[in-house]
């Protein structure tokens, strides 16, 4: 099975700044890459798939990049309501459709 | 508006059943492939099982195939996912999410999950 990682695992940053956060695949997975945005409490949100598509609705200022094993999500201008936890999910073929560990982004 | 609603969760003891259903509305139910995914009290999310527009395959994760079977009723415009022989290690909060899908010619199906539900909480204790 394809395993994703990703980094950091905690991001402490503050309104304005500009995040990144990195997912890699044990293997190549072209662009069947899909991210998530988790408050507490709540159900993960679609933020973008195929890589770097952005959801309808989502914010201009998340995009996506990245193709086989390094993707990485950005933040270009951080905003209180950006505070929660990200995973990436590799989509892959057929299931299993595994997430990553998730990266929690806090307030510095 | 497009709306996942699971029920069913609760309390169960080592060993037990529970079934949990997934009621979809706002949209052609039968036109999707649909997911199970769970997330273990302050951990991250486990995609647990997928099925089918007809139900005619159905995808499962290694920890749970023999125990879980994932079911839809198209007529009813719901998701189903019956737990057999819980383990404390089940316990979890468990959401219904759509697989969103597009096809493009040159780099063939992208998927994803969305919308999701709000979660339905199993718990396997004594």
């Known amino acids: 099975d394809i395993q994703l990682t990703q980094s950091p695992s905690f991001l402490s940053a503050s309104v304005g700044d500009r995040v990144t956060i990195t997912c890699r695949a044990s293997q190549g997975i072209s662009s069947y890459l899909a991210w998530y945005q988790q408050k507490p409490g709540k159900a993960p949100k679609l933020l973008i798939y195929a890589a770097s598509t952005l959801q309808s609705g989502v914010p201009s200022r998340f995009s996506g990049s990245g193709s086989g094993t390094e993707f990485t999500l950005t933040i270009s201008s951080l905003q209180p309501e950006d505070f929660a936890t990200y995973y990436c999910q590799q989509l892959n073929s057929y299931p299993p459709w595994g997430f990553g560990p998730g990266t929690k982004v806090d307030i510095k | 508006e497009v709306q996942l609603v699971e029920s069913g969760g609760g309390l169960v003891q080592p060993g037990g059943s529970l079934r949990l259903s997934c009621a979809a509305s706002?949209?052609?139910?039968?036109?999707?492939?649909m997911s199970w995914v769970r997330q273990a009290p302050g951990k991250g999310l486990e995609w647990v099982a997928n099925i089918k527009q007809d139900g005619s395959e159905k995808y499962y994760v290694d920890s749970v195939k023999g125990r879980f079977t994932i079911s839809r009723d198209n007529a009813k415009n719901s998701l189903y996912l019956q737990m057999n022989s819980l383990r404390a290690e089940d316990t979890a909060v468990y959401y219904c999410a759509r697989v969103g899908v597009y096809y493009d010619f040159w780099s063939g199906y992208f998927n994803w999950f969305d919308p999701w539900g709000q979660g339905t909480l199993v718990t396997v204790s004594s």
């Open positions: 706002g949209f052609t139910f039968s036109s999707y492939w």
